[in-house]
């Protein structure tokens, strides 16, 4: 495409223009509270192969359907008692669920897989456009495949801006890191596919049943359940180094050719190459800096980039799971 993509304000004009688009089955960069997604009509196997081909994906590695309420679920899957339970009480927000897909989800939105990954996403724009499009939309993270997510609209455009025309600004994603998803098909069995900001714990207490993480199932099991969960994804150019632990005295000596990148403020004087996530290692405000910091490290021409990965459950899994695979080659 030989123009930029435009950015575009969520203003009332510009969001009924974008949903007229999407039935038209364009598809469009939206802003969702995780990370900026890229969103085309989920019912329209055109529409999902534009998706594919704009981020240079696989058509093996299935997308995520977001919906505006949760009476749109079961236009979309067959839905359990344990999967409404867990819709009253994360949605909207950053939880996905596989389930059963119905008729009017094309294999192409699936990879082929009678299940689907349906989302409710709590981004007030992103929902508005849902709502006004009248479709549901499949929206995979709005990065070329295998590169760190999108969070902000600036973001969208560095690295898929000559392959789509529209970028909705909704401001830096509040989260940070895309959506837990758990696997219902089984709901006696749910199952962890992917740790985010709502935590195993907590699906377990609202469904009273303890939840699996993937990592205890067998491998070609895991291959089956989840094909894109494979491991080099969020990858950014530049080598990176994970860390149980980063000392800064470590660092004081070490190669001013590479990065180290901190949760939070390590003790001492102020070195170039020294970052940090977060002042006083908070862990939300860790999640939603983690991309752009991994973004602009990537475009700093350091040899390698070395990060502390954080301690802890909840959401430190999460960042944890992201910096493990975007250091996986
Ligand atoms: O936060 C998020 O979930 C973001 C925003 C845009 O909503 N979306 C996102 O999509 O992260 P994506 O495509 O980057 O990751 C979706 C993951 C993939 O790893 C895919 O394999 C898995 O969901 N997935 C989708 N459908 C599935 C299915 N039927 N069974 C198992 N895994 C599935
Ligand atoms: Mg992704």
Redesign the pocket.
């Known amino acids: 495409m030989a123009s930029p993509a435009k950015i575009l304000r969520g203003t009332a004009a510009n969001l009924s223009r974008l949903a007229r688009l999407l039935r038209e089955g364009e598809i469009v960069a939206v802003p969702?509270e995780?990370?900026y997604?890229l969103a085309g009509d989920a019912t329209s196997a055109a529409a999902c192969r534009k998706i594919f081909a704009a981020k240079g994906r696989p058509s093996s590695?299935?997308?995520?359907v977001?919906i505006a309420s949760i009476r749109e679920l079961s236009r979309v899957a067959h839905p359990n008692a344990a999967a409404l339970r867990l819709a009253r009480a994360f949605w909207p927000g950053?939880l996905?669920m596989?389930l059963p897909k119905t008729e009017v989800i094309p294999g192409a939105a699936?990879a082929n897989?009678p299940?689907?990954?349906v989302?409710m996403?709590s981004h007030p724009l992103f929902r508005r456009l849902i709502r006004l499009s009248g479709v549901p939309l499949a929206?995979?993270?709005a990065n070329p495949f295998g590169y760190v997510s999108p969070t902000t609209a600036a973001h969208v455009l560095k690295s898929l801006g000559r392959k789509i025309r529209h970028i909705l600004d909704g401001g830096p994603s509040r989260i940070g890191v895309?959506?837990t998803?758990v696997?219902l098909r089984d709901p006696g069995h749910p199952v962890l596919?992917?740790p985010g900001a709502i935590t195993r714990s907590q699906l377990s207490r609202a469904l009273g049943t303890p939840v699996a993480a993937i990592r205890s199932r067998k491998s070609s099991r895991r291959a089956q359940?989840?094909?894109?969960?494979m491991a080099r994804h969020y990858s950014p150019r530049t080598p990176v180094m994970l860390h149980a632990r980063l000392s800064r005295s470590a660092v004081a000596g070490a190669d001013p050719r590479d990065a180290w990148l901190f949760v939070s403020r390590p003790k001492g004087a102020a070195l170039p190459n020294v970052f940090w996530l977060d002042a006083k290692g908070d862990l939300r405000r860790v999640s939603r800096r983690l991309f752009a910091a991994l973004r602009e490290l990537d475009e700093g021409g350091y040899r390698a980039i070395h990060v502390e990965r954080p301690k802890g459950a909840g959401l430190a899994e999460a960042i944890s799971d992201r910096l493990t695979r975007a250091a996986s080659r």
């Not at 590695?61 to 995520?64: K, M, R, S």
């Not at 359940?225 to 969960?229: E, F, H, I």
């Open positions: 969702t995780t990370v997604g590695d299935p997308l995520i977001h950053p996905t596989i699936t897989l299940s689907v990954a989302r996403p929206a995979p993270s895309e959506s998803i696997d596919l992917r359940v989840a094909p894109g969960q």
